[in-house]
């Protein structure tokens, strides 16, 4: 295994001065939610916004009313992809099913919630390591692998990281990962690592409209570590593939007390098929809505 720096034995970046902020105009769009949904795990609240990285690039956003935001200047397009502020929530909201009052509620919890278009390697590397796990732990470890085996950036803001890179991963090794918390997934993510740095897993699938859903699903569940949750959020964040509906136990329990609060028992698909059924082509829209008012929104017994 190479030898692994400290961040505290690399040279300290330059620190360059930050850009001013430019506006970009938004209709029906949530920063704090869409970022703290469950989707993305690095970005930091500061001073009345946030501060993260897209891919490389270091980014201040802060929401200054309903319909604008501000982003450090000359990042405007990068933010406007990575927040796909394209997304037409009106029109993707209007295919759900109208007599859905459980949807209703978590629509109207964050009805400016977008699905970020995430750098590929990142999104699958974090989902690998998200199985089981809380948000605030996932969070934990992804700036804790950030730190220890990314690249430090020049910035006069607060200290950010790249994430690894595969090639850095499967250098790093499983012992090293365990020790960034993530148990008996650093196996998984080690060898995925070198999957993909060794280029016989290539990602660029995910965005390949000629590669079928089902197809890009089993090529990505080929990869240690990645099941059909797993693989159905990478594809779902990183891929922009709106028809996928991830089911984690948060869904599970929305799905069964929202939808069949009489129903004891489950054939195994029976949720997944439901979700496809019901939910309309846009349904990755409708679990996100779901998972980020399950986990934010009031308790069960406090709704009408």
Known sequence: MAAIVSPSLRPAPA??????????????????????????????????????????????????????????????????????LDHDLDAITATFPPEDEALARAVAHAPGLRLIRQPPWECLATFITSSLKQVAHIS???????????????????????????????????????????????????????????????????????VPDDAALAALQRAPGVGPKVAACVLLFAGQRLGFFPIDVWIERTLRDAYFPRRRTFPT??????????????????????????????PAAARP
Do not use: M
């Open 140 to 210: 934990q470890i992804s700036h804790t692998l950030r730190r220890r085996f990314g690249e430090p950036v020049a910035w006069d803001g607060p200290a950010l990281h790249t994430y690894p890179g595969p090639e850095a991963l499967a250098r790093a090794g499983e012992a090293a990962l365990r020790e960034c918390g993530l148990g008996y997934r650093a196996k998984y993510l080690a060898e995925t690592a070198r999957l993909v740095a060794d280029n016989r897993l290539d990602l660029g699938f995910l965005t390949d409209p000629s």
């Open 15 to 84: 620190r360059t001065a930050s850009p001013p902020a430019a506006r970009l105009d938004v209709h029906r769009f949530d920063l704090a939610a869409t970022l703290g949904s469950g989707q993305v795990f690095h970005w930091l609240p500061h001073a009345g916004g946030f501060t993260g990285l897209i891919d490389r690039t270091p980014v201040r956003l802060r929401q200054d009313g309903p319909e604008a935001i501000q982003a450090s200047a000359g990042t405007e397009a990068a933010v406007a992809h990575y927040l796909a």
């Open 269 to 298: 698909g029976f949720l997944a098929r439901f979700a496809h059924r019901h939910f309309g082509p846009h349904r990755g829209y409708a679990q996100q809505f779901l998972f980020h008012h399950a986990r934010t929104g009031p």
